[in-house]
């Protein structure tokens, strides 16, 4: 029985022959997964995942520039939302031991067993699927970190009302909270806390021009209940207090 959710995968292998083996496999194991790139070692495929952000690394460990074992090592420290599994040649416990040491999903030994490949997936898109139901967005498929960014910015126009917490907020889409700021300021030119700090003080500005509306409640409406920390926030960042700012505009209309 399938979903409809595809899950990105990359291939990293530098023999050009079983990268197409283990290709082929992981489409016969799990119709589920979809290759969206390939690598000849760990240097490309860093740049690749920085660029496509997949969901699981299928990686060789002894490859030429940088192993396997290093790669999952920096996609720990950097990608830890991303699932690695290795396939080696070797059996050596020392390397096993290493690759759980590094966070590493499993590890598989070559030539592939098309019935533990299908296991090794089938536990992967339960964890993936398990992370991603309590969050309402169904397309959870592979995306590029400008469409994520997007996503982002479109959960906060949609909740600035509310508390917002970015670090649940990063966990609901399966990131460190220092990725997301990391693409976040990339596309946006400024960080998510800035991001929902200025959107929030541009909606008071519209909201205060109603002079019926008490500065508390209009303080309560752009997610901040504390009255003080929105006058500030508000003053830091035009230069006028609320009702400062209310006056001007209204002075301005007459």
Known sequence: MTNNITFSVIVVEDEKLIAKNIIKNIYRANENFEVIGTANNGREALELIETLLPNIVFTDIRMPIMDGLELTKLIFEKYPFI??????????????????RYGVSD????PINLGELTTTLSNIEKILLASQNDFNISEFTYKKPNEIVDLVTEYIKSNYHETID???LASHFGFSISYLTKIFTKYMNMSPSKFIKEYRINISKQLLRNVSLPVSTVSEKVGYPDQFHFSKTFKQITGMSPSDYRDQSKSNYL
């Open 166 to 168: 970015l670090a649940a």
């Open 107 to 110: 590890y598989l030994l070559k």
């Open 83 to 100: 699932h690695c599994v290795i396939i080696s040649g070797h059996s050596d416990f020392s390397y096993a031991r290493t690759a759980i």
